[in-house]
C-alpha cells in the first residue's frame, strides 16, 4: 500500500522558514513524480512544487525563487525548502505522487494527509 507522510509543517513568521518533508512507502519511489499541493481557506488548490524521476523540478510563479524542492531516492524522501515566507504562503501542504503524470490540473494518484503551514506575525 503506498503511503505518503508528511512531516514539518508549523508556524513561523513572515520572513522566516521552513522545511517539509515527504516519506514515501509501498512505492518504487525513484520512477516517481513527486509533488507538493497547497490549498488556503478560499482558495483553489495549488501545485506549488513538483519534481519529476528525472530530477527536474518545476514552481509555480508564486514560490519561484523562495521555495526548493528536492530528493533523495536512497531514503524515499522528498523536501520542500520555504524560504522567505509570506501570510499568503498559509495553506495546508500536501505529497503527491503518481509514476507516470503529476500536474496542476491532474494530481498524482496518491495524496498524504497534508500538514498546516501558518505564516503570521
Known amino acids: ?13 513572515p520572513g522566516g522558514s521552513l522545511s ?3 516519506a514515501a512507502s509501498g512505492l518504487m519511489f525513484s520512477i516517481y513524480h513527486i509533488g507538493w499541493y497547497r490549498q488556503a481557506p478560499g482558495e483553489q ?22 521555495f526548493t524542492i528536492s530528493r533523495d531516492n536512497a531514503k524515499n524522501t522528498v523536501s520542500l525548502q520555504m524560504n522567505n515566507l509570506k501570510p499568503e ?3 495546508v501542504y500536501f ?3 503518481d509514476q ?15 500538514t498546516q503551514v501558518t505564516v503570521s506575525s
Do not use: H, M
Open 1 to 13: 500500500q503506498v503511503q505518503l507522510v508528511e512531516s514539518g509543517g508549523g508556524l513561523v513568521q
Open 20 to 22: 517539509l518533508s515527504c
Open 45 to 66: 488548490r495549488e501545485l506549488v512544487a513538483a519534481i519529476r524521476n528525472s530530477g527536474d523540478t518545476s514552481y509555480s510563479d508564486s514560490v519561484k525563487g523562495r
Open 89 to 91: 504562503d498559509t495553506a
Open 95 to 97: 505529497c503527491n505522487a
Open 100 to 114: 507516470f503524470r503529476l500536474s496542476t490540473a491532474w494530481p498524482g494518484a496518491y495524496w498524504g494527509q497534508g
